[in-house]
Structure formats: C-alpha cells, structure tokens
C-alpha cells in the first residue's frame, strides 16, 4: 500500500513507517528501549499492532495552510509530496495566485472578501493523478452588514437599543476567530457594549442623532461599518430590572420631568421573539405598570404602549 503513494520509498522507509506507526496494544508497557529508534518498545508485543491506516497517512500527501488567504498573501503546501509528481494548484475567483503554478509552496492572495478554497491535483506520469481534499478558507478582512430590520435606530431618551451585525456566509459559523471586535458610538447616548452577535447601548437624557459604530478584525485586518440613530420625543419607556428574573416594572417617564395625569389612560402590549402576545392591557392608569415575569421563557420581549398620541416601544430580556 505504501509503494502504490509513494513507490520512490526505498524498504528501509517503509519498515520504518510501519514500526513508527504502530498501535500500543495488548494493556503492556512500552519503553524507550536501546536498538529500537522507532518508538517505544515492549519485548513481547514489539513495537505493536500494525496501523495500516495510520502508516498510510503517515505518507499520503496532504493539503496544508492557513484558515485565512489575506491581501498581503498566504503560503500553502502539499506535504509528503511523491519524488517525479508534479502540483496543479487551483482556487476560487476571490482568491489570485502568486507563486507559479506547480510551486511548492505555493503563495496566494485575496482580491476581495469572503468564503473560498484552494485545492491541489498532484500528478503523476506513471498512474492517474490524485485530487487532495479542497481546502476551504476566510478569504480577506471580515465582511459583514447590519440586520436594519431588528436594529434599533430610533429610541426614546434613557431606552435600551440593540444592533444585530450581520456575517457574510455567516463567517461566524466557519469557526474561525476574530482577533478583537469595538463597539463605539457618536451622539446622545451614555453607554454602548458588545461581542461578535449584538451591540447593547442606552441613550442619554438629550435627544439628537449619532452613530454606532461596530469594528470587527481577524487575521487579514479589520472591516468597520457604522450605523445611524435617533433619540427622539419627550416622554419614554424604562424597564426595570432588565434583564428581569421574577418581576419587571415598566415606567412611564419624560425628559423634562413632567407629571403624568393619573386620569390619562393608557393601553399596554407585550410581545415574544415569534411576535406572539404575550401580555395585552388597557385602561392603565399612573405612570408605573409592574409585571410577573416568573415562568416566562428566558429571551427578548418587546413592550408596545398607547400613551395619549405616542407610541411608547422598548425592549428587555428575561433571564429564565
């Protein structure tokens, strides 16, 4: 099996493959032993029981390199390649090869951004040629959009908002690692935090506009986008404690601190993640509603309030 990879391995070799490979077996010691250099060695089992998978891969050529192929360039190789064959290299549109074809290694780089793949044909001029795994790779800084579908750009003053960023082929799910993520913002807000799947922030007393803006970096460089805000009207929703455990406490509130009339009356709505009711009153009065959260499924709720004219939004999360 050795010889029909690799027939330039001389006998020497591949003895020395088969005993290096070999499986620990039978529940005895092996010892680094003098006059076997090949591995550990016990005087009944030898070096043990023939692994003809693992003598195998041991010499069949394979494909290696980065998880990334960046701008600036990126090496890959083909290992265990056989004496008198010769590499076919080959890659996705997104990515431009450097070195010559047949190079080993073989240089490339990234001519935009997003999910691609290089792969090697290794041929032989005395058998059929062997086309190794493709490799799939990150190709250039990260990409990604916002979901301006479930960011919050529009808030009342002291409101929570939260921003979704959005990965090109989801880059997140790859399993590859970002080397840092910034959450930063312009304007009226007090206060911005967040990870690689949302950015939370507060906004200010002060009403204006502003940006949040979200830089994410992996091994190639970093990609920024910001995205644009309100804070907006006088009177604004709080929630309290959020995230909530038990109870939460939903507060009618102004900016300039004005009473509310405790005869106005007020219509409330609670929804879950799917947009399903939860809670629904009317007749509210006062400016504090509190609300038994014990048993809820731990997520995100979204509060909708009728307060004389105004639509009051805001959101909290329950912890379950």
Known sequence: MLFSINNNLTALEVRNIIESTAQKVGGYSYTTTSGYGNGTWNNEMGYGLVNAYAAVLSVYPTLSGSDFVCSSGTTFTVDNLPIGTTIGWSQSPNITRVSSQGSNPCAFSANS??????E????????????????DVWVGNPSFTWDYVNSDTELSPFEYGFAYPVYAVDEVAMGLIFASTDWSYTGPLTSIAGNLQLGKYRAGRNLGYGYIRYE????????????????????????????????????IESVRSEAIDISTEWALEIYDQMQIVKTKKVKLKGDKYKINTSGWQGGMYFVRIKFKD??????????S
């Open 120 to 135: 090697a044909v290794i041929n032989n001029p005395n058998c059929d040629s062997i086309i190794l795994p493709r490799k």
């Open 216 to 251: 994410v970096a992996n091994t190639c460089g970093s990609t920024w986008h910001e995205l644009y805000y309100e804070v907006v009207d006088n009177w604004y929703l709080s929630v309290s404690p959020n995230p909530a455990t038990d109870e939460a406490t939903l507060t």
């Open 113 to 118: 951004n997003g999910v691609g793949w290089i």
């Open 310 to 319: 105004k639509i009051l939004s805001g959101k909290f999360l329950v912890n």
